[in-house]
C-alpha cells in the first residue's frame, strides 16, 4: 500500500499541450509538496500547501497551478507545455510543516515533452 | 547559487569497506539536515537526519557527522553492501524568506558498492 503515490508514471506529450499529474497520500500528513529535477539533477521545491493553503510558491511559471482538493492530494497542472518543463517531477508529503520534518516521497513522474 | 553542494557525482567502494559520503553547505541559517537514497526509477528515501545542535547521530551502519564551522556533513556508511549502491542526497532544512520551512537538496552522490 504505497504511501505517496503519484500518476502517471511517464507522461509524453507534445509542446502547447496541457496536462496533470495526481499525487495522493495515506500518511495522513498535512503537508504536501511539489519538487522538480531537471537534467542538471537537482531537486528543487516549487510549491507546498498546508492543510489545503499554499505556503511555499518558488518562481514557477504561472503555466504551472497546483491544487489542493483535500489534505491527501495535491495535483499539479501545467499549461502550455514547453520543451523545458521536461523533467521528473516528485511529490512529498510530511506530518507539517516544520522544521525537522521528514518528507516522504512519492516515486515521481518523468514528463518528456517533445 | 547552489547553497548545498555534494561535490563527488560518484563513489565505488568494496563491499566491507566504509563509504564517505560528503556534503557541504552555505547557508548558516540551516539547523537540520537530512540524508536521502534514491534507486532508479523511485522516489528519494529518507536514510537519517541531524540535528544542528549535534555533532553526531548513527543508526545502525549509517553514521552522520556534522561539522557546523566548516558547514559540512558526512555520512558514513560502515561496512557498505551491495543493496547500498543508489544516489544519495543531502538536504538542509531552512526558513525561506516568507517564512515557511523548507528543503534545499544537492545534486547528489552515486554510490557504487562493488561485490
Known amino acids: 500500500d504505497t504511501a505517496v503515490s503519484q500518476t502517471p508514471k511517464y507522461l509524453v506529450t507534445q509542446m502547447g499541450n496541457d496536462k496533470s499529474i495526481k499525487c495522493e497520500q495515506n500518511?495522513?500528513?498535512?503537508?504536501m509538496y511539489w519538487y522538480k529535477q531537471d537534467s542538471k539533477k537537482f531537486l528543487k521545491i516549487m510549491f507546498s500547501?498546508?492543510?489545503?493553503?499554499?505556503?511555499i510558491n518558488e518562481t514557477v511559471p504561472n503555466r504551472f497551478s497546483p491544487k489542493s482538493p483535500d489534505k491527501a492530494h495535491l495535483n499539479l497542472h501545467i499549461n502550455s507545455l514547453e520543451l523545458g518543463d521536461s523533467a521528473v517531477y516528485f511529490c512529498?508529503?510530511?506530518?507539517?510543516?516544520?522544521?525537522?520534518?521528514?518528507?516522504?516521497f512519492g516515486a515521481g513522474t518523468r514528463l518528456s515533452v517533445l | 547559487d547552489q547553497q548545498v553542494k555534494q561535490n563527488s557525482p560518484s563513489l565505488s567502494v568494496q563491499e566491507g569497506r566504509i563509504s564517505i559520503l560528503n556534503c557541504d553547505y552555505t547557508?548558516?541559517?540551516?539547523?537540520?539536515f537530512l540524508w536521502y537514497k534514491k534507486y532508479p526509477a523511485e522516489g528519494p528515501t529518507f536514510l537519517i537526519s541531524?540535528?544542528?545542535?549535534?555533532d553526531k547521530n548513527e543508526d545502525g551502519r549509517f553514521t552522520v557527522f556534522l561539522n557546523k564551522s566548516a558547514k559540512h556533513l558526512s555520512l558514513h556508511i560502515v561496512p557498505s553492501q551491495p543493496g547500498d549502491s543508489a544516489v544519495y542526497f543531502c538536504?538542509?532544512?531552512?526558513?525561506?524568506?516568507?517564512?515557511?520551512?523548507?528543503?534545499?537538496f544537492g545534486k547528489g552522490t552515486k554510490l557504487s558498492v562493488i561485490p
Open positions: 547557508n548558516s541559517m540551516f539547523d537540520y
Open positions: 500518511l495522513g500528513h498535512d503537508t
Open positions: 538536504a538542509a532544512s531552512g526558513i525561506n524568506g516568507a517564512g515557511s520551512y523548507q528543503l534545499t
Open positions: 500547501y498546508n492543510n489545503k493553503e499554499l505556503i
Open positions: 541531524i540535528s544542528s545542535i549535534k
Open positions: 512529498a508529503s510530511s506530518q507539517d510543516p516544520g522544521p525537522r520534518v521528514i518528507q516522504y
